[in-house]
């Protein structure tokens, strides 16, 4: 009996890896880009928890005091609030009172935009010592009409500035400056009069923050715990060191819970990704050294010593790899982080978190994933008895095992089942269920690979095999016969295909049911918005014009939902508000059931998707919290099937408004007096500081912002598909290069060296081909779920330029990494190449 175990086997791993560079050169690539992708998701996952956006206005404050920004979620990533959550203005006094507070400074913002659309963020003079800002030229405004800057400009300067599309001249009184720089892609501040920013102001005796100036020599840590015990009644969080940028930018929380929840979505995919290739790449490697297993199991070494030989050699590679690959980690998120602020997730100053943990959980997850795929792939070659063994390191058998076959079922059955759940189900439950089927479906097909093969090589080897040229023959039966050995070198196709297309055509089909149901909604004859919101009295206007026949305020944010029972989960969902006076000539959102016109406070309509997953119907009453956090229990009054392009939730205008940040409208729906469209349209354009769309233009810029919002999937997605291009070539260089000496034997019995390239150019079609078609099927019960989720009909809104470039990079991929290394095996004297060792 063969005795490998301890020194022994270590060593016996240590030659194994130095005899067959190649096929673990593949092991280690597959290992490396597992850990470098791994890391750099981690690193944007530590940077949800740890990462932000350095103050600046807030700077010179010791503690910022705010309302609760976030809603806690019980065992899971907290949602972050949209509106900014506000104090009431007597809690300034209370800190201002407070033993080594030196000064409590209210802060006020509010949305400017100068005449040419400029967005500005202005502010009470009084809360400029919070930086602090000091004045380099001129005064302090005094009247209404007087206005501090902080860009160019010159003092005595008269600017008109626009609040909710309203414009006002002020005077220039003042220039100043804070410590630092402003930032470059930040609104820039101004300050007017602490009278006229509470004019502005639109949330009467309540404040956005305080900021708390401490006495000399006081801890800061320690006085923002006194003020979060002087406040026992309130919920208010308290904000020191970088921490204050967060209260500061409403956007850097919120950046850093969708960048958890991104990248803790990709991560899981990337891992299943990774697990598929390396144990594709495994188990291709184990293949090629039957003969040695074989012969190890004939001297009498046992099951689990094979496993622990595997184990080793796999441990040995897999760490070094690992070791290598989290290091250039840091850098690919750094690169994902800049991608990530292009597409607005982001701000551009929003600083990511580096420590040496995404590093040590890259590898160990690199490492865990190695081995266990390690474990997979070892099984066959372990369990077999010696003489099967040495049977198969001759032929490769034909059918594969039958509880693979039974696992490969289950999941098969389990993504046709989920991707058909929206024929049944609505509601997002329905729509996730159909995405994640994919997933069951890959796997299906990795486990039932040779099986599927075996069938399609006969689909497609049959004319082949009846063909004139030797060299076509001779690719029909190798590809009949060495199933298992094309499985491996399909999988990654495939997978590459079917994840690419779902990610890609899912964001379009929705996209497209979206903008179907935006275009049908409206009825309105015009779109009216302004860069920073419409005010109140602007509305008014609007709606007095004589061409005008009634105008629609709508003003979107979004709302929380949580669930009951055991385990609650709370979702977050877009809102509108509207006027249902104006619904009738302006907006048609599909009711199906109940009556619109009644919506009032304390009623609300959903769409029916919310309806279903809040298990709500007319008459019910739901528990949803505003914008910024507040909670209200409306009565639903009506339910509605365009919810994908208008939201799920429908509210007053008014009561939206008042939980809203700058409390402005978002849009005017406008319909004019039979026949006078272009009227209401000058009318309209003649106040100023407004954009005036009909229904065909504002139905294009939404379906343009959705394309920009769907920007941070792609540049996720192209990260995968990048692994995935890397794991394709990895395992087709590996399944051509190890069959040199095949390739010298056809030489040597008299095939050409043109005959037995042609016989690789022929399986390398039937390679493409089959993944190709497998690709394709496991993407289309996944799309086609979603379409029917979205739609109603299952019918994916698919790009054929789209489609094509993905088949045709995975093609290119696919033959170019057979083609090399079949003419570099090529390259070698025949007589030479059939004397070396397998």
Not at 89 to 96: I, K, N, Q
Not at 251 to 259: C, I, K, N, T, V
């Amino acid at each position: 009996m063969v005795n490998v175990a301890g020194p022994r086997l270590r060593t016996l791993a240590r030659a194994n890896i130095r005899a067959r560079r190649g096929s673990f050169a593949a092991v280690f690539v597959a290992v490396f880009c597992a850990a470098l992708l791994t890391c750099a998701l981690g690193v944007l996952f530590e940077s949800g928890i740890r990462g932000g956006v350095a103050p600046h206005r807030y700077a010179g404050a010791d503690v910022v005091v705010g309302a609760a920004q976030a809603f806690d979620v019980r065992e899971d990533i907290d949602q972050p609030y949209v509106e900014r959550a506000l104090l009431p203005e007597s809690v300034v006094g209370e800190l201002a009172a407070m033993p080594g507070v030196r000064g409590a400074v209210a802060d006020l913002g509010v949305p400017l935009t100068t005449d040419a659309g400029a967005p500005l963020d202005a502010h009470g003079w009084a809360s400029s010592v919070l930086a602090p800002y000091t004045l380099t030229s001129g005064r302090a405004p005094v009247s209404p009409d007087e206005v501090v800057v902080t860009g160019p400009g010159t003092v005595g300067d008269r600017i008109t500035l626009r609040h909710g599309g309203i414009g006002e001249e002020y005077a220039v009184v003042g220039i100043a400056a804070a410590p630092d720089a402003e930032p470059a892609d930040r609104q820039p501040a101004v300050f007017v009069s602490d009278a006229r920013i509470r004019g502005l102001w639109p949330h009467g005796d309540r404040v956005a923050a305080v900021g708390v100036l401490a006495d000399e020599g006081t801890d800061a840590a320690a006085l923002a715990a006194r003020v979060r015990d002087h406040l026992p009644g309130l919920d208010v969080r308290t904000y020191t060191g970088t921490a204050r940028g967060d209260v500061e930018y409403l956007d850097a929380g919120a950046a850093r819970s969708e960048l958890m929840m991104l990248s803790g979505s990709f991560a899981g995919l990337a891992i299943l990704i990774a697990m598929f290739v390396v144990a594709s790449t495994l188990s291709l490697s184990i293949q090629q050294r039957r003969r040695e297993f074989a012969l190890l199991r004939a001297m009498g070494a046992t099951p689990g010593q094979v496993h622990r030989l595997v184990g080793s050699e796999v441990l040995l590679v897999a760490g070094v790899a690992a070791l290598l690959g989290a290091g250039p980690g840091y850098a690919l998120a750094q690169v994902l982080g800049a991608q990530f602020a292009e597409a607005g997730v982001l701000s551009s100053d929003f600083a990511l978190a580096y420590s040496p943990l995404p590093a040590v959980v890259g590898v160990l997850l690199a490492v865990v994933t190695a081995r266990i795929a390690a474990a997979v792939a070892a099984r066959r070659p372990a369990r077999l008895d010696p003489t099967e063994a040495l049977r198969e390191s001759a032929v490769e058998p034909s059918s594969i095992g039958k509880g693979r076959l039974v696992t490969g079922l289950v999941f098969g059955a389990g993504g046709l089942a989920t991707s058909m759940l929206p024929a049944v189900l609505p509601g997002q439950a329905a729509l996730a269920g159909a995405g994640a089927s994919a997933v069951l479906l890959v796997i299906a097909v990795a486990l039932l690979g040779p099986m599927l093969v075996g069938g399609a090589v006969r689909v497609f080897g049959g004319p082949l095999r009846r063909s004139a040229s030797p060299a076509l023959v001779l690719a029909a039966a190798n590809s009949g016969a060495r199933a298992r050995r094309l499985a491996a070198a399909i999988t990654p196709l495939a997978l590459a295909i079917a994840i690419g297309s779902v990610q890609l055509f899912t964001q379009d089909t929705v996209a497209a049911a979206a903008d179907h149901q935006s275009r049908a909604g409206i009825t309105a004859d015009l779109v009216v918005t302004a860069p920073a919101g419409l005010a109140a009295d602007l509305v008014d206007a609007i709606e007095a014009e004589p061409a005008v026949r009634a105008a629609n305020p709508i003003t979107r944010t979004q709302a929380l939902f949580t669930t009951g029972g055991d385990s609650p989960s709370t979702d977050p969902y877009p809102v509108q508000g509207i006027d249902p006076a104006a619904t009738d000539s302006t907006l048609d959102l599909d009711v199906r059931d109940g009556d619109l016109g009644q919506l009032r406070e304390g009623t609300v309509a959903l769409s029916t998707d919310a309806a279903f997953s809040m298990s709500a119907g007319v008459g019910d009453t739901v528990p949803l919290r505003l914008g910024d956090g507040t909670l209200v229990t409306p009565t639903v009054i009506a339910t509605y099937g365009r919810g994908l392009g208008f939201g799920d939730v429908t509210l007053p205008t008014p009561q939206v408004l008042a939980h809203t940040t700058t409390g402005l409208t978002d849009m005017l729906l406008v319909a004019a007096e039979p026949g006078r469209v272009d009227e209401a349209r000058a009318a309209i354009t003649a106040t100023g500081g407004v954009v005036v769309s009909d229904r065909a233009e504002f139905a294009a810029a939404g379906q343009e912002q959705r394309r920009t919002q769907a920007w941070v999937s792609i540049v996720a997605l192209a990260v995968l598909l990048g692994y995935l291009a890397v794991a394709v070539v990895n395992t087709l260089v590996l399944a051509t290069a190890e069959r040199g000496r095949e390739f010298a034997l056809l030489r040597l019995v008299g095939a050409s060296s043109r005959q037995v390239r042609g016989m690789m150019r022929a399986e390398s079609v039937i390679v493409v081909t089959v993944a190709a078609v497998v690709g394709s099927l496991i993407a289309l019960p996944p799309l086609a779920g979603v379409a029917a989720a979205v739609s109603g009909r299952p019918i994916p809104s698919v790009d054929p330029r789209v489609y094509a470039l993905i088949l045709g990079v995975t093609v290119l991929l696919g033959l170019v990494a057979i083609a090399i290394p079949t003419r570099t095996a090529m390259r070698q004297d025949p007589v030479t190449a059939i004397g070396t060792r397998e």
